[in-house]
């Protein structure tokens, strides 16, 4: 898979919340950091607070709006993410930004707005 293809499949199994399946296309010392929410420095750590929001969340569509990959390494997308909470879709626009190298992401920053994350989840910014 070229690098647009990991971070596209690498989302879509995020939606399907498939935690083990997900985790495999991080390096372990994979730096994630979802503004502004705190960041993560590893496989395990990521691992540990996507299962926090399993507890609390329900089904996820991610919808790929725009990807470019720049052939290095390097990738942007443009992305509607959706939430089903007490039966209504909370929609939340993002860019991310992914560093793959030799098939695996290393590097992973979200942006958003925090406000529009209103109700989504107890998960607090500070990760607890």
Do not use: C
């Not at 390096?27 to 507890?55: C, G, I």
């Amino acid at each position: 898979m070229n690098e647009t293809e990991i971070v596209t499949t690498f989302l879509q199994k995020m939606a399907e919340h498939d935690v083990e399946t997900t985790v495999a296309f991080l390096s372990e010392d994979v730096f994630v950091h979802n503004m502004p929410v705190a960041p993560t420095h590893s496989r395990e750590e990521w691992k540990q607070r996507m299962l926090a929001y399993e507890n609390t969340e329900g089904a996820m569509k991610v919808q790929v709006l725009n990807i470019a990959g720049d052939g290095k390494g390097n990738v942007l997308t443009e992305r509607l993410d959706s939430f089903l909470r007490n039966g209504s879709w909370i929609e939340i626009p993002i860019m991310g930004a992914f560093t793959v190298k030799n098939g695996l992401i290393v590097s992973w920053r979200e942006y958003f707005d925090m406000g529009a994350t209103k109700g989504l989840s107890e998960v607090e910014p500070d990760g607890s």
